[in-house]
C-alpha cells in the first residue's frame, strides 16, 4: 500500500537549501555560508560551572519541567535588562523560547492564517520564511532603504510587519534612526504588530547601538505599574551573544501577545530547558555576556575587515557590496546579471567554498543576483583564501553563461 503524502507545503522549499546544508560535510571546504558564532568565544569554564551549579543547587529549576512561559525569575531579568527610561516591562510582557526560531514558528501560529498577508523587510531571513511556510503566507516585501518606501502603505492589511532592523540576515544592513520611528509610527497608526528580531543587536563594531524599536515605543507603557501595550513584537536570543546550543531565546511584547505564544508553545515543546534557563540568568547576574562581548567585537571586527579587504583585491571587478558596521554577514551584489547565483554555488563547492545565494532569501526564489558572505566563523587567512576560491568560481561561471 502507499504512504500517504506528505503535506503540500514541503514541496515548496528551495532546493538550494538543502544544497547548501550538505555542503557542510565536504572535507577541506571553507563554509563562509551560515551564520556562526565563532566556537572560541564561548566561555567554556564559566558555563561548566554554572551549570553544574545550576543542577546541584537549583535541581528544581534545572531538572523539572519548566513553566511553559519561562522560570518567573529568568522573565524577570529579561523584564529588567530590557526596561528603558519611560519604558516598563514586568513579567507579563516577557516568554522564554527555544531560541529566536522557537519564537518564529510561534509567531506564525497565532497569527497565520492560509494565505495571510505578512510585510517583510527584503530580502528576508531564510529562518523566518521556513517557520512561516506551512501557513503559505503572501508576502509584501519592504526595501527599507528605498527612497520611495512607505511603510503606511506596506503595513496595511498586513498581519504583521517582519524585521532585523541591527544588520539584517542577510544583507547586514542597519536601518536607521528616522525609519526605526517611521516604521513604529506605522504599526500604531495601522495596528500591525511590528516583529523587531535582534539576534545581532549588540554587534556594533563601529559606533554605540541605536535605540531598539521596543524602546522607541515607550509612549505604550506610560505607568510604572501596568505593563507594556505597544505593538512591538521583540526577539533576542543568546545564540549570538553566549553560545547557540543554550537555544535560550525570549520574546517581549503585549501581554495579550505573550498569552497567544504560551498557547501555542504548550502545543510546541511545552518548556524551554530548565537547565539553559538557570544557566542562563545566572550569566546575566554574573555579567558574562556582558564580559566577554569586548573580545567578541575585536574578534568579529577584524574579521569583517580581513573579508572585506580581500575582497577589495579579488572580488571588486565581479561584484558590488557596502561595509557593514556590525553583524554577521557581507551582502554582495554580481556587477553583470549574467553571474546567477544560484549557479556559482555548485561552481563555489567545486572550488572549496561555501556562500548563501540570494534565492533563499526571497520568498518566491526569484533574486539570483547577489550572494551572502559570512566573516564570523573563519580566521582572516581561511577568509582570504575563500574570497579567492570565489573569484575563481565567479569568472568560471560567467565563462559558462557567455
Ligand atoms: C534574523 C535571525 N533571526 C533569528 C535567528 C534565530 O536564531 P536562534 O534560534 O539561534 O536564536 C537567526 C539566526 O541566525 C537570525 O539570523
Request: aromatic share 8%; glycine share 6%; hydrophobic share 45%.
Amino acid at each position: 500500500m502507499p504512504r500517504p503524502a506528505f503535506a503540500n507545503w514541503l514541496s515548496d522549499t528551495n532546493d538550494v537549501t538543502q544544497i547548501f546544508l550538505a555542503a557542510g560535510q565536504i572535507p577541506g571546504l571553507i563554509n563562509m555560508a551560515g551564520g556562526l558564532p565563532d566556537p572560541s568565544t564561548w566561555p567554556i569554564a564559566d558555563l561548566s560551572a554554572l551549570a553544574a551549579n545550576a543542577i546541584s543547587n537549583h535541581p528544581k529549576d534545572a531538572l523539572a519541567y519548566a513553566p511553559i512561559e519561562g522560570l518567573p525569575s529568568l522573565r524577570d531579568t529579561i523584564a529588567a535588562r530590557f526596561s528603558a527610561p519611560g519604558l516598563h516591562l514586568h513579567r507579563d510582557n516577557v516568554m522564554i523560547t527555544s531560541g529566536g526560531m522557537q519564537a518564529l514558528d510561534l509567531l506564525g501560529k497565532v497569527l497565520l492564517d492560509d494565505g495571510s498577508l505578512i510585510a517583510a523587510q527584503s530580502p528576508a531571513y531564510l529562518g523566518a520564511l521556513d517557520a512561516w511556510r506551512p501557513r503559505r503566507p503572501i508576502y509584501r516585501p519592504m526595501h527599507l532603504h528605498a527612497n520611495d518606501f512607505d511603510p503606511e502603505a506596506a503595513f496595511q492589511g498586513a498581519q504583521f510587519a517582519y524585521t532585523v532592523p541591527n544588520f539584517s540576515n542577510p544583507t547586514g544592513r542597519l536601518v536607521g534612526l528616522d525609519q526605526r520611528q517611521a516604521l513604529l509610527s506605522a504599526a500604531q497608526t495601522t495596528g500591525t504588530w511590528l516583529i523587531e528580531d535582534d539576534p545581532y543587536g549588540t554587534l556594533y563594531y563601529d559606533s554605540a547601538p541605536l535605540p531598539r524599536m521596543l524602546s522607541l515605543s515607550a509612549s505604550n507603557s506610560p505607568h510604572e505599574d501596568t505593563p507594556y501595550d505597544g505593538p512591538v513584537i521583540y526577539l533576542g536570543t543568546l545564540s549570538k551573544e553566549l553560545a547557540p546550543g543554550l537555544r535560550v531565546g525570549w520574546v517581549i511584547a503585549a501581554p495579550q501577545m505573550i498569552r497567544a505564544l504560551v498557547t501555542a508553545k504548550q502545543g510546541s515543546d511545552m518548556s524551554t530547558s530548565g537547565l539553559s534557563q538557570r544557566i542562563t540568568q545566572d550569566a546575566f547576574a554574573a555579567g558574562l555576556t556582558d564580559r566577554i562581548l569586548p573580545e567578541i567585537l575585536a574578534l568579529y571586527r577584524a574579521r569583517r575587515d580581513a573579508l572585506c579587504a580581500a575582497m577589495t583585491t579579488h572580488l571588486a571587478d565581479l561584484f558590488t557590496w557596502e561595509i557593514p558596521a556590525g553583524g554577521m554577514f557581507v551582502w554582495a551584489t554580481a556587477r553583470d546579471p549574467a553571474l546567477n547565483t544560484d549557479a556559482l554555488l555548485p561552481e563555489a563547492l567545486a572550488q572549496g567554498v561555501c556562500i548563501t545565494p540570494s534565492s533563499v532569501f526571497d520568498p518566491h526564489g526569484l533574486n539570483r543576483r547577489a550572494i551572502r558572505i559570512n566573516f564570523t566563523l573563519n580566521d582572516p587567512e581561511k577568509l582570504t583564501e575563500g574570497v579567492r576560491r570565489l573569484a575563481r568560481a565567479a569568472k568560471s561561471c560567467l565563462i559558462k553563461a557567455a
